[in-house]
């Protein structure tokens, strides 16, 4: 088994030292592995609803947030912000791809600025992220510790409206610039690195149909059905195997 995982790291390898444009998805899990919330699991949905009243799915979006705005802001501030994760050594590689001008850019959903906190400075998020956030009204911008730290519902100092969230909320619409821009990436990509989600997530899903290059590897810790479509995958938590690169 270590001499499989072995040739595997080395294919990896080789296929880093010989891409000119490579494109990084990352996934959930990476957030995961790093102990960020994820109030899409079933134990995060139950323990929600006893404290709460209502699923993370139920207030996480925008009609909650406009209606129950206060109640919102208790569930953000105490359960989606209560755990921001640990950026884990083996993130680090990212950047390091990155600053030899192989990684061209991180497209990722994760709302915790993984990537960016690892030091990745093109990345594209998808869904917004908790680090930035907006008066509704008067569009001035806030840190996470003005949320953080106020009480109740954060207003704004200029205006007085309230502050929202810069994040994509259920249902809501994103940014279909963004979207195209990430497209227009993975299209002139000729490795795309996929970590923290199978084939069939919604990142991959959106995304793959533009990618026409040489090498498709996935990283990720569960076995699925899609793995076939790539040409290299390793199981595991990709910061322990981003560590064991040695790049």
Same mark, same amino acid.
């Given at each position: 088994? @270590? ?77 989606? #912000? ?8 083996? +993130?680090?590689?990212?950047? @390091? ?23 990745? @400075? ?70 795309? +690195?996929?970590?923290?989600?199978? #084939? ?48």
């Amino acid at each position: 088994m @270590k001499e499989k995982y072995a040739e595997k790291l080395d294919y990896l390898k080789q296929a880093i030292e010989s891409s000119d444009y490579m494109v990084c998805l990352s996934g959930r899990c990476v957030s995961e592995n790093c102990g960020c919330v994820n109030f899409r699991s079933e134990e995060d949905a139950v323990n929600s609803e006893i404290t709460y009243g209502y699923s993370p799915e139920e207030m996480f979006n925008p009609t909650f947030f406009n209606t129950r705005t206060e109640q919102f802001y208790e569930f953000y501030k105490n359960h989606m #912000l209560r755990n921001l994760g640990e950026i884990q050594e083996g +993130l680090f590689k990212l950047r @390091k791809m990155e600053e030899s001008g192989k990684l061209k850019c991180v497209i990722t959903r994760d709302i915790f600025s993984i990537p960016g906190r690892a030091g990745c @400075k093109n990345v594209y998020e998808i869904h917004g992220s908790i680090y930035e956030n907006v008066c509704s009204h008067c569009g001035r911008k806030y840190p996470i510790e003005y949320i953080q730290k106020s009480k109740g519902i954060p207003k704004c100092e200029s205006c007085g409206a309230i502050v929202r969230p810069g994040v994509y909320m259920m249902g809501e619409m994103v940014d279909n610039c963004v979207i195209s821009r990430a497209a227009e990436e993975v299209q002139k990509a000729d490795t795309l +690195l996929v970590l923290g989600c199978n #084939l069939k997530a919604p990142l991959p899903e959106t995304f793959l149909k533009y990618f026409k290059g040489q090498h498709l590897i996935l990283i990720n810790q569960e076995e699925h059905f899609a793995d076939e479509m790539a040409d290299l995958v390793i199981h595991g938590k990709p910061v322990d195997i981003l560590k064991d690169l040695g790049i």
